[in-house]
């Protein structure tokens, strides 16, 4: 990483410098993921941005492709363009989450550029769809990797717990504790939703 600044960082990747855009929310966290050598790696989205007679790429940058995935999830509501999520999403993507889920629209409409209209588009468009999200955890506490290859439903929701930073044998149990409690459930994100159902209570008591 050479330079880090108001909603973008400039990484330089084989000689060639890159600007790369991050919601506030992930930005504040890029000093310590950066490693000692100033090592940085990113998931990125990429989009064109259309001006009169050319199109620009843009780079939007996350750590992690469950992090951009909701990202992609959440310009999926009407008049939430890019530009518009980047500039929303000042708030950690967990607690967005879970307002969408909770219909909080207090916590929506606190996002900028996001009104009452707009809250209210967000939690009917995605609302009961994006539980797992709120499972990201802020800080990083494992450094294995998701299990590679054809995997079952529960290696699948495993891994997507993994890559949210959980230890994999805490994952493993909330999965295990899930199915328990629907085991009728038929994919993987089926599943992690019923993971943050069932541990939705603690966060909440732990806010």
């Given at each position: 990483?050479?330079?880090?600044?108001?909603?973008?960082?400039?990484?330089?990747?084989?000689?060639?410098?890159?600007?790369?855009?991050?919601?506030?929310?992930?930005?504040?966290?890029?000093?310590?993921?950066?490693?000692?050598?100033?090592?940085?790696?990113?998931?990125?989205?990429?989009?064109?941005?259309?001006?009169?007679?050319?199109?620009?790429?843009?780079?939007?940058?996350?750590?992690?492709?469950?992090?951009?995935?909701?990202?992609?999830?959440?310009?999926?509501?009407?008049?939430?363009?890019?530009?518009?999520?980047?500039?929303a999403l000042t708030q950690?993507?967990?607690l967005i989450a879970q307002?969408?889920?909770?219909?909080?629209?207090?916590?929506?409409?606190?996002?900028?550029?996001?009104?009452?209209?707009?809250?209210?588009?967000?939690?009917?468009?995605?609302?009961?769809?994006?539980?797992?999200?709120?499972?990201?955890?802020?800080?990083?506490?494992?450094?294995?990797?998701?299990?590679?290859?054809?995997?079952?439903?529960?290696?699948?929701?495993?891994?997507?717990?993994?890559?949210?930073?959980?230890?994999?044998?805490?994952?493993k149990e909330m999965v295990?504790?899930?199915?328990?409690?629907?085991?009728?459930?038929?994919?993987?994100?089926?599943?992690?939703?019923?993971?943050?159902?069932?541990?939705?209570?603690?966060?909440?008591?732990?806010?």
């Amino acid at each position: 990483m050479r330079e880090i600044g108001d909603h973008r960082l400039l990484l330089e990747v084989q000689g060639i410098s890159y600007e790369v855009l991050m919601p506030a929310s992930l930005l504040r966290t890029v000093p310590e993921r950066t490693g000692p050598g100033g090592e940085l790696e990113l998931v990125t989205f990429h989009y064109q941005q259309l001006e009169v007679g050319r199109g620009i790429p843009v780079l939007i940058g996350f750590f992690n492709e469950v992090e951009r995935e909701f990202f992609v999830r959440f310009i999926s509501v009407s008049g939430v363009g890019p530009r518009a999520a980047l500039k929303a999403l000042t708030q950690p993507i967990p607690l967005i989450a879970q307002a969408i889920d909770q219909g909080d629209l207090a916590i929506l409409r606190s996002l900028p550029g996001i009104g009452e209209q707009r809250a209210k588009e967000i939690v009917a468009k995605l609302q009961g769809r994006v539980g797992k999200y709120g499972l990201i955890q802020a800080k990083e506490t494992s450094t294995e990797a998701p299990a590679a290859g054809e995997a079952t439903l529960e290696e699948e929701a495993v891994a997507v717990l993994v890559q949210l930073e959980y230890k994999k044998s805490e994952a493993k149990e909330m999965v295990r504790s899930a199915l328990k409690r629907n085991p009728s459930m038929k994919s993987s994100e089926e599943l992690l939703n019923e993971v943050y159902r069932q541990r939705r209570p603690a966060m909440e008591a732990a806010a």
